[in-house]
């Protein structure tokens, strides 16, 4: 039996947080386009306003900004057309 990935999209937002945290392009972003040279982990609770990832989950509002953010670091790497 083949194990089979989830879709980064259909992950809990907290779990995708986490993935973005550790890849060294999100943290490539955040000090190229935010100015924000420090932690990823950091950055997205001050960016969305919460003290835990786990927020991400329950709190609507820091949900959009959550994905706000990812969409410009998708346009950022190339994954999405640059947002205008």
Do not use: W
Request: aromatic content about 10%; some cysteine; charged content about 25%.
């Amino acid at each position: 039996m083949k194990y089979q990935r989830a879709a980064m999209s259909d992950l809990p937002a907290a779990n995708q947080a986490g993935i973005l945290c550790s890849d060294p392009r999100f943290a490539a972003f955040i000090a190229t386009v935010h100015a924000f040279p420090g932690d990823p982990a950091a950055f997205v609770r001050g960016f969305c306003n919460i003290t835990s990832r786990r927020e991400l989950n329950t709190d609507p509002e820091a949900r959009d900004r959550f994905d706000r953010l990812k969409t410009e670091f998708d346009a950022f790497t190339g994954k999405i057309p640059p947002q205008r």
